[in-house]
């Protein structure tokens, strides 16, 4: 039970000091219409950010290898790729539910994100 409550602690203070800068918590991303070809460079861009802050305030303990490369792989390619990042430990779905709410929050679609686990 006190796992399941600082785990929820831990996702809504992410939530409250996720934004990356003050400008960003007080401006509304640009919607892609305004963004004229450079949309999936600015959502790699806003979901880069975020990931590195996460990182920051969270750090990497809990988080497997396999979990941090599949991040970063989906990184590199642009955003592009569907590394298809599983999140095994608690610390890593954790970490995942921060970062879908910030991809959110920066005005990504659910679907951008590399979040799944496929049955073998």
Do not use: H
Not at 61 to 79: D, P, V
Not at 83 to 94: G, H, I, K, M, Q
Not at 102 to 115: H, I, K, Q
Request: aromatic fraction near 8%; include cysteine; glycine fraction near 8%.
């Amino acid at each position: 039970m006190a796992t399941t409550s600082a785990s929820t602690a831990l996702i809504l203070g992410a939530l409250v000091l996720l934004p990356v800068s003050p400008a960003s918590a007080q401006t509304e991303p640009a919607p892609p219409s305004q963004i004229t070809g450079a949309w999936p460079e600015v959502k790699c861009q806003r979901w880069r950010s975020a990931y590195d802050e996460a990182l920051k305030r969270f750090g990497r303990k809990g988080l497997g290898q396999e979990f941090i490369t599949g991040n970063e792989a989906f990184i590199a390619s642009g955003c592009q790729s569907r590394s298809d990042v599983c999140p095994r430990s608690a610390e890593e779905l954790n970490f995942a539910n921060v970062m879908v709410m910030a991809g959110m929050n920066a005005g990504l679609a659910s679907t951008f994100m590399p979040y799944a686990c496929r049955k073998s």
